[in-house]
């Protein structure tokens, strides 16, 4: 079974500046997909980003970025020039060979960006 | 278009009744999901559907939990006999193929509480 795991409950940022949220995961599989989703007040949950594991170039996707470090089985996400609209539960997922291929998610980031 | 829609946006009941919760998809998707997410957690799996069958059911915490679709479409996700445990938001995602790189798209979420 896959696990992911995010270790930073809540964070803070500063708007315009950088933040760096992480995530690791266990599997066996060689081949899967990870993303991140943002999920502000209304509860709605957005994809920020999404990375194949066969590729090595690392996604990006306008002021998000992620580090993808396959041998850790490590997946962080970096939010640039932070915006007050940033301010969201961020959640990282996995889903790997299960054939509907349902979503694990991790616990979750609480991130506040101040003015 | 129109987005994943779910309906009731907030359902406070009784222990012991028994809900309903809806969603409809985004037209043309023919992949289902149902996840739950409980006060301050992430999100876990429910059920499946590709179609109107539900090959992974695999999710479902005991069998107070069922759910159908029907004509390709809209699901409802039946809780009988509720108890104050599943209090949580149940959200409900399409995808167009449920392939490893079809995004899933949210809906946002049904809030159920139980007295």
């Known amino acids: 079974a896959q696990t992911v795991t995010q270790s930073q409950p809540e964070m803070s940022v500063q708007e315009a500046e950088t933040v760096t949220l992480s995530c690791t995961y266990d599997t066996s599989e060689n081949n899967y997909y990870l993303f991140w989703y943002k999920q502000p007040p209304s509860r709605q949950m957005i994809l920020v980003i999404r990375?194949?594991?066969?590729?090595?170039q690392n996604a990006t996707e306008n002021r998000f970025s992620v580090n993808f470090q396959k041998a850790a089985k490590s997946f962080s996400l970096k939010i640039s020039d932070s915006q007050l609209g940033d301010t969201a539960m961020y959640f990282c997922?996995?889903?790997?060979?299960?054939?509907?291929?349902?979503?694990?998610f991790g616990g979750g980031t609480r991130l506040m960006v101040k003015p | 278009g129109a987005g994943v829609s779910q309906s009731p946006s907030n359902k406070v009941t009784e222990k012991g009744k028994d809900v309903e919760l809806r969603c409809d998809p985004i037209?043309?998707?023919?992949?289902l999901y149902w996840y739950r997410q409980s006060l301050g957690q992430g999100l876990e799996f429910l059920i499946y559907f590709q179609g109107n069958s539900a090959p992974d059911k695999s999710g479902l915490p005991s069998d107070r939990f069922s759910a159908e679709r029907t004509g390709g479409s809209v699901s409802t996700l039946t809780i009988q006999r509720t108890q104050q445990e599943d209090s949580a938001v149940y959200l409900c995602?399409?995808?167009?193929?449920?392939?490893?790189?079809?995004?899933?798209?949210f809906g946002p979420g049904t809030r159920l509480t139980v007295l």
């Open positions: 997922a996995f889903t790997g060979n299960n054939a509907g291929n349902m979503l694990t």
């Open positions: 990375q194949e594991a066969y590729k090595q």
């Open positions: 037209s043309g998707h023919t992949a």
């Open positions: 995602a399409s995808s167009h193929a449920g392939g490893r790189n079809n995004e899933q798209f």
